[in-house]
Each structure stands twice: as C-alpha cells, then as structure tokens.
Nanobody, 115 residues
Framework: QVQLVESGGGLVQPGGSLRLSCAAS????????MGWYRQAPGKQRELVAR???????NYAGFVRGRFTISRDNAKNTVYLQMNSLKPEDTAVYYC?????????WGQGTQVTVSS
C-alpha cells in the first residue's frame, strides 16, 4: 500500500497561482503513472492531469495551457503548478495512480479561487 499526502492548497484570487505537492510514502514514481484529480462540491471526481513513468504528460481540456504536472523521483513527489486560476477550479485536489487510482485516497488539499 502507498500513502499519499497532498499539500499546497489555499485561497487565491482569480488569475493567481498555486503549486500543489503530493508526497508518496514509497518510491513509486519511476514505476507508476500518476494523476492529479479534483472533486468540486456536488460533482464527481475528475482527472486533471497525468504524468507517466517516462515523463509524458497530458491534461484535461479545461486546464490545458494553465496547469503543469511534474515530478521529482528522488523526493517521491508529484507537483501541480496551477496558473491563471479561475473560480471554477475550486475543488479538493488529490493525487493517485493513473489510469487506475487504486491506492487509498489521501485527505486532499483544498483550492478555493475567489475574489
């Protein structure tokens, strides 16, 4: 089993930036593709971005060009740089394996975009 701890969320104004981190309890990034997911109130959890073990990235259309996913294998950490944030980006953000998020979900990190 892998434990995942997300951090870096907060309250930001529209147009602002945040950098999220996801720390894994084991060295997994060289083996598994990882994804950032989010869940807004009353909505289903959705994939935001993913990065493969080979470093290839892909993004949901609603964040493409604004968000960047990256990883640091030595630190067992995946990052999500979020720029040009919009109110509709407000959600709890989680990381997990991709395409099958089979590990227990962490507590997530709340991102609130509001003026």
């Amino acid at each position: 089993q892998v434990q995942l701890v997300e951090s870096g969320g907060g309250l930001v104004q529209p147009g602002g930036s945040l950098r999220l981190s996801c720390a894994a309890s084991r060295s997994i990034l060289s083996i598994y593709a990882m994804g950032w997911y989010r869940q807004a109130p009353g909505k289903q959890r959705e994939l935001v971005a993913r990065i493969t073990s080979g470093g290839s990235t892909n993004y949901a259309g609603f964040v493409r060009g604004r968000f960047t996913i990256s990883r640091d294998n030595a630190k067992n950490t995946v990052y999500l740089q979020m720029n040009s944030l919009k109110p509709e980006d407000t959600a709890v953000y989680y990381c997990n394996a991709y395409p099958s998020p089979n590990w227990d979900w962490g507590q997530g990190t709340q991102v609130t975009v509001s003026s």
